[in-house]
């Protein structure tokens, strides 16, 4: 296979735009409290829950998340979160309709299942659910019980997302993350058997001690699970910035030649699988509602990477949830006791955010359409936007030196990236990034990869 690579400079995911590092505090709880009374009372919306906490410590997370052996910490948290869904629903014009809803964390299947069945019957009386509605989970199959797999489907959940990242015993041991291929096989069977019958994997490459072997190994061993989709991350080794990282023995890292192999690796692997690959990292059998809405350009790219949502406005309960509403994004106080003093206190928990300009949502949809097509028409996205083109003039600067080096084929206003470099998608949509300070995508030739689709 001939490959190409290039060397990517920080960037942000683009899940979305502007990225949460230009948040600030001058949009807090009154803003966000407005922004709630103004909501459209018939619009459908989504829900996010944080549950922030977890029973060991994986090294590799960058999450911010509570470890504890102990339930009280998380009832008492519960109760908070209740209190702040209270104070959110008495603030929106009426009873929000819902058509989906994502437990995330953190491990938040950690809740007790009449708990959680207990959460669930407090959202149905704050918010209209739909009977159709997606309600998904976060699950570590380590700690999954068949009495919590019950009360999931009991409660109404039908799609759970669990972590695996590698089968491989030599690199959980690197990262502390001990899970063996028949813990998440019985975790799939007993969430399937209660109806949770939608089921995604996580997968990491780019850790510790990992090959292009394992990685491949560790596919094969998911795919004979047969989930419906899968989603594929690149370990990001930042210790000055998450400490858990530290414990990580950065020798044995794989270098950016072995990473871009092991992604090539995995996704040859998974498209003969009968996977189809979806955006830059994610895969979906071909029935999924990410194929499905991929292949009707429906897909959408949120906080929590690549949708089939298309809900405008999502509603963030938790530490440090993330919230989008038509004025703008909002972030609830990131640490666990923070949140809660300020839920108390009978006040909503906004820290920051951004109210989002013109220019904004033009550069937004640009990138969102570049992070799941991996095209774009500018001037007709800027036209639909009540924007003159000429005032992304700077970025079509930036394409066109990405054009000279053969990244995207640009011509009159239509982007689209070359085949062979859509692993570099995220400095495609940098060039739209006014955020970013010029050209942070710099070609060089090096033994690696080209996208398998």
């Known amino acids: 296979m001939q490959t190409t690579k290039f060397r990517e400079a920080r960037l942000p995911w683009y899940t979305i735009y502007p990225p949460v590092s230009e948040f600030s505090g001058a949009v807090g709880a009154e803003a966000y409290e407005e922004w709630l009374r103004n909501l459209p009372a018939d619009d459908p919306v989504s829900l996010y829950l944080h549950v922030p906490f977890c029973r060991s410590a994986c090294w590799y997370c960058g999450f911010p998340t509570t470890i504890t052996r102990r339930d009280a910490p998380i009832l008492n948290y519960l109760a908070a979160l209740r209190d702040e869904i209270r104070l959110v629903s008495e603030r929106v014009p009426k009873t929000l309709p819902v058509s989906d809803i994502h437990f995330g964390g953190g491990t938040p299947s950690l809740i007790g299942p009449a708990e ?50 590698s089968f491989d015993p030599v690199v959980q041991k690197a990262i502390n993350r001990i899970q063996s291929e028949a813990q998440t096989s019985a975790a799939v069977e007993v969430l399937r058997r209660h109806g949770v019958s939608r089921i995604n994997f996580d997968l990491i490459y780019g850790l510790p001690r990992q090959t292009v072997e394992s990685c491949v190994e560790t596919v ?39 990473r871009a192999e092991q992604y090539a690796a995995v996704a040859v692997t998974l498209i003969a699988a009968g996977y189809r690959q979806i955006g830059l990292d994610h895969f979906a059998l071909p029935d999924d509602e990410l194929a499905l809405a991929q292949e009707t350009g429906r897909l959408r790219r949120n906080s929590l990477g690549y949708s089939a949502d298309t809900c405008r406005t999502l509603i963030g309960f938790g530490a440090s949830a993330i919230g989008r509403i038509g004025q703008g994004y909002v972030q609830n106080e990131v640490t666990r006791d923070s949140y809660i003093q300020h839920i108390a206190a009978g006040r909503l928990a906004t820290s920051k955010g951004h109210r989002l300009t013109d220019d904004d949502r033009v550069r937004a949809a640009i990138i969102e359409r570049l992070m799941c097509d991996f095209e774009a028409d500018v001037p007709a996205i800027c036209v639909a936007h009540g924007s003159d083109p000429i005032r992304l003039r700077d970025s079509a600067e930036r394409l066109a030196m990405l054009a000279k080096d053969g990244i995207v084929d640009f011509e009159n206003g239509f982007v689209r990236v070359r085949r062979e470099h859509r692993f570099g998608i995220r400095a495609v949509a940098a060039a739209f990034d006014v955020f970013r300070d010029g050209v942070t995508y710099i070609p060089q030739q090096l033994n690696a990869m080209q996208s398998t689709t």
């Open 220 to 258: 094969r061993a998911a795919v004979a699970m047969r989930p419906d989709r899968l989603a594929l991350f690149g370990y990001s080794h930042i210790p000055s910035q998450v400490k858990n990282q530290r414990l990580i023995e950065a020798e044995f890292l794989p270098d950016s030649a072995a």
């Open 116 to 165: 959680f069945l207990a959460l669930m019957e407090f959202l149905r009386c704050r918010f209209a659910i739909s009977k159709t509605a997606t309600v998904a989970i976060e699950i570590d199959p380590r700690t999954l019980t068949p009495e919590m797999a019950e009360g999931l489907g009991a409660a109404g959940v039908n799609r759970a997302s669990l972590g695996v990242q």
